[in-house]
């Protein structure tokens, strides 16, 4: 039994079709059934990385709750993107689960949810207006990408979709922010429902933290991230946050839960909830949802994911 690499099979391959045709001699049977056993692997090897990178996101025009939004469909969520708030009034899961639950009025139930909700009647939050949002991108089309740029004043982003996360490049802004996660995993707001950190520390979200996230997770080397996962789906919400260049700020984060009804999770929030902490620009946040809930298997999505949105090489570049 031999077992061989692509770039090993393909050198025996050249080697032994080198060797027939000058020296015009045959070789073994069972010799020639492992060639064509290792090229046909390779070739299956292509055809499924060649799948792999196929991918379905598809733009429309649409409304949620009432606001003119972009609707991006991919692998892993459809996402509602507020045109004039640039913000998201829902992330909605393969189940028809909403992870986000906005809607006019409610307070805590409808109208304070959102992502990224960057500043309290600034920008980055659903249900604002003043922003101006445009994508390049052709409508009801299967795209690799979608982008989106949003614009108010001196407030500038760029979000990417891809089929299983979605990617913000803030450029500007015009005073301090953060980065907020306001909302329902998996649908509706449980006390049971679990939060973990690339610290390493998690709690149930009845359970409220406050203090720089840090990254001792080796997922996402020099970013933080926390996830979300509802209590009884195998699924969670992540978030990624880094600067360019690449740097896990030491900034407070901080987590509670508002009224029974949502999440009040921060990067560059403190405690008092009143006081944005973040000014650095570029920055990223990326976000998704993952079919998985466990800390090692979300660690190992997460890690994948920030290394294959090109973060990591676009920071240590700029480094």
Excluded at 59 to 86: H, M, P, V
Aim: hydrophobic share 35%.
């Amino acid at each position: 039994m031999y077992q061989l690499s692509a770039g090993t099979g393909h050198t025996i391959w050249n080697a032994i079709t080198l060797k027939s045709t000058h020296e015009q001699q045959s070789f073994p049977v069972n010799i020639y059934i492992l060639v064509m056993s290792v090229k046909l692997h390779i070739t299956c090897i292509l055809c499924v990385a060649c799948s792999a990178l196929t991918q379905a996101v598809t733009l429309s025009d649409t409304t949620d709750e009432n606001i003119e939004c972009f609707r991006i469909a991919t692998q892993t969520a459809t996402y509602y993107y507020d045109k004039t708030g640039a913000g998201f009034t829902s992330i909605v899961d393969a189940d028809s689960n909403d992870w986000i639950g906005w809607r006019e009025g409610g307070g805590s139930a409808g109208e304070y949810r959102g992502i990224p909700n960057m500043g309290l009647n600034k920008f980055g939050h659903p249900g604002y207006t003043g922003a101006v949002s445009t994508s390049p991108d052709a409508r009801n089309e299967t795209l690799d990408k979608v982008t989106i740029h949003s614009a108010k004043g001196d407030w500038s982003t760029t979000w990417e979709f891809y089929e299983n996360h979605a990617k913000m490049t803030v450029h500007s802004v015009a005073e301090d922010y953060w980065f907020l996660y306001e909302g329902t995993p998996g649908g509706e707001y449980e006390d049971a429902d679990i939060w973990y950190t690339s610290a390493g520390d998690s709690g149930i979200c009845s359970e409220s933290f406050t203090g720089d996230i840090t990254n001792t997770s080796g997922a996402a080397e020099r970013a933080e991230w926390i996830c979300f996962a509802d209590a009884s789906l195998n699924r969670a919400l992540f978030m990624i946050h880094t600067e360019v260049p690449e740097n896990n700020d030491a900034i407070v984060d901080h987590y509670r839960p508002m009224q029974g009804n949502m999440t009040v999770f921060g990067f560059g929030r403190n405690s008092s909830g009143t006081t944005r902490q973040m000014s650095h620009t570029p920055a990223v946040l990326i976000i998704g949802l993952v079919e998985q809930k466990e800390y090692a298997d979300v660690k190992q999505h997460i890690d994948s994911i920030y290394q294959d949105s090109g973060t990591s090489c676009l920071m240590r570049s700029i480094d």
